[in-house]
Nanobody, 122 residues
Framework: QVHLAEFGGGSVQTGGSLTISCVVSGGAFSNYGMAWFRQAPGKGREDVAHITWNGGSIVYADSVKGRFTISRDNAKNILFLKMNDLKPEDTAVYLC???????????????WGQGTQVTVSS
């Protein structure tokens, strides 16, 4: 059974930095496309960043472009999101997700973590 667990959330002030991570176990991490999403209170889930299995293609949401960096370590089964110049509007629960090439054709992402809270105060 594939399990995703996020770590590293917390509270920072505007302009601060934070790096969160997602540890994947029980599956073939190096085969998975990975992504970070976020959900703020009262809002829908928002794409943050996506990375292919080998890191060869990365896509960012316009709202985080130039401030956030997604990366992965396939040897350690870990996905990272480095967040710089944080703003109050970045406050949300951040979730990682994995796309299994052998997974459901009806779902873009097959496995999800529980999320980690990031709070940015002004």
């Amino acid at each position: 059974q594939v399990h995703l667990a996020e770590f590293g959330g917390g509270s920072v002030q505007t302009g601060g930095s934070l790096t969160i991570s997602c540890v994947v176990s029980g599956g073939a991490f190096s085969n998975y496309g990975m992504a970070w999403f976020r959900q703020a209170p009262g809002k829908g889930r928002e794409d943050v960043a996506h990375i292919t299995w080998n890191g060869g293609s990365i896509v960012y949401a316009d709202s985080v472009k130039g401030r956030f960096t997604i990366s992965r370590d396939n040897a350690k089964n870990i996905l990272f999101l480095k967040m710089n110049d944080l703003k109050p509007e970045d406050t949300a629960v951040y979730l990682c997700a994995a796309a299994d090439p052998a997974g459901s054709p009806h779902e873009e992402y097959d496995y999800w973590g529980q999320g980690t809270q990031v709070t940015v105060s002004s």
